[in-house]
């Protein structure tokens, strides 16, 4: 008896209270872990201490919101190159941007990878993987490519009006250029964050796991962790906390949170991606461009706040867009957020007797299509550019362009 209980029963003993003190702790580590907030931290932890919990932990409190922002133009200005990203084909025969007869750029698929490839009289000069892709698409896409840790960009772009390949903006249509390096103020308007460094040389270098591609939920509410711990450990308050409310944002606050973007080419006066949403983005960067240049194409503050719609009113880019979601090609829906300020009787002097109803379409006659004097493609063996068509945003009167409309409509009608 002395022996099993020695050797047997005294052991399983030891085994059962050593066990029990265990999950104890286990489970007071639960209690714990349930009563207090959670640690901030994030895919991406950022120098001043604050991290990023990544768009997808929005999912659980904000679902609505996330699902629709997947597919604004926003979300999807740059991603990882696939299949189903790059819009321009790789079949035979639709795959080759010609200069001339000597020169040509083909682009090819070797299994997952991508890749452009110069030729100078049918020899191979110069070939590079697509890297990362910019655009989502709806007006264009361009590409980049890695050199170690800095980004170029490559020679051909995809330029949607044409369904095809094209020459980059920026590069000569005369040979072929893979030496143009993107900075990362490129890239702090095409995604969420970047880590990025400038050198002594001016060139600038990235941490490749260190990307957020899309402009998503922590573009504009700021990083979220700390929020999305907070909100977990306390699921009953419901007021935001550690996050930018962009609704109790003054008017110059939000203004500022979309010309960090949209009012043309800065002058940064600290390091891109310094700039979040809520703090005035003069202390960050200042506008670069006169009135009198501005253009259709990334300059959509200047040309709004200049508008008579504008100073006569407290609206900001809010009052028609709904950043969060798809309506680019919604003209009814834009035009019933112009009916909320202007009457419905008295605004339009047009009176068509076909039956058109102009308050379905304010936009084509007062923020029309206008040719970017900045941005311009090039087709193969093309001698002149073609510039792309943005919407302008100074809101006014356009009589040619509202002529050209009215007679589109009066035929269709």
Not at 276 to 286: A, E, I
Not at 344 to 352: A, E, H, L, N, Q
Request: aromatic share 10%; with cysteine.
């Amino acid at each position: 008896m002395n022996y099993v209980y020695k050797n047997v029963l005294l052991p399983f003993m030891r085994y059962i209270i050593l066990s029990s003190i265990i999950l104890l702790i286990i489970l007071g580590s639960i209690m714990c872990t349930t009563t207090q907030p959670a640690t901030q931290s994030g895919i991406i932890e950022l120098p001043n201490g604050k991290a990023f919990a990544g768009a997808a932990a929005c999912q659980s409190c904000h679902q609505d919101i996330y699902k629709d922002t997947r597919h604004t133009a926003h979300f999807l200005t740059s991603s990882l190159p696939d299949a189903a990203n790059i819009k321009g084909s790789f079949a035979r025969g639709r795959n080759r941007f010609v200069y001339n007869d000597k020169m040509e750029v083909v682009m090819n698929r070797v299994g997952n990878k991508f890749y452009q490839t110069g030729y100078l009289n049918d020899v191979s000069t110069q070939r590079e993987a697509f890297g990362m892709v910019i655009g989502s698409g709806r007006m264009g896409q361009t590409y980049l490519y890695w050199s170690d840790n800095r980004l170029f960009q490559l020679p051909i772009s995809y330029f949607t009006p044409i369904h095809d390949w094209a020459n980059s903006p920026g590069y000569s249509i005369s040979y072929i250029r893979f030496n143009r390096p993107v900075p990362a103020n490129c890239i702090e308007c095409h995604g969420t964050y970047a880590a990025a460094e400038v050198l002594p040389d001016k060139s600038t270098v990235f941490d490749k796991q260190k990307i957020i591609y899309g402009v998503d939920c922590e573009r504009c509410h700021g990083p979220g962790a700390a929020h999305v711990a907070y909100h977990a450990a306390h699921p009953a308050d419901t007021v935001p906390q550690y996050i930018v409310n962009t609704a109790h944002l003054d008017r110059q606050m939000k203004l500022d949170a979309c010309a960090l973007c949209h009012s043309g080419i800065r002058t940064p006066l600290q390091p891109a991606f310094s700039y979040q949403v809520g703090q005035p983005l003069h202390d960050y960067s200042t506008e670069k461009t006169a009135e009198g240049e501005l253009d259709v194409h990334g300059n959509q503050y200047g040309l709004l706040t200049s508008s008579k719609c504008f100073k006569l009113s407290e609206m900001d880019c809010s009052s028609c867009h709904d950043v969060h979601k798809d309506e680019a090609k919604n003209s009814r829906l834009f035009s019933q957020r112009c009916m909320n300020c202007h009457n419905r009787k008295d605004t339009c002097r047009f009176r068509p007797d076909n039956g058109l109803v102009l308050s379905d379409n304010c936009i084509d006659c007062h923020m029309p299509a206008m040719a970017s004097a900045k941005i311009t493609f090039k087709m193969e063996q093309d001698k002149a550019a073609i510039p792309d068509l943005v919407r302008t945003h100074r809101v006014g009167i356009y009589l040619a362009e509202t002529r050209a409309f009215l007679a589109t409509q009066l035929k269709t009608h």
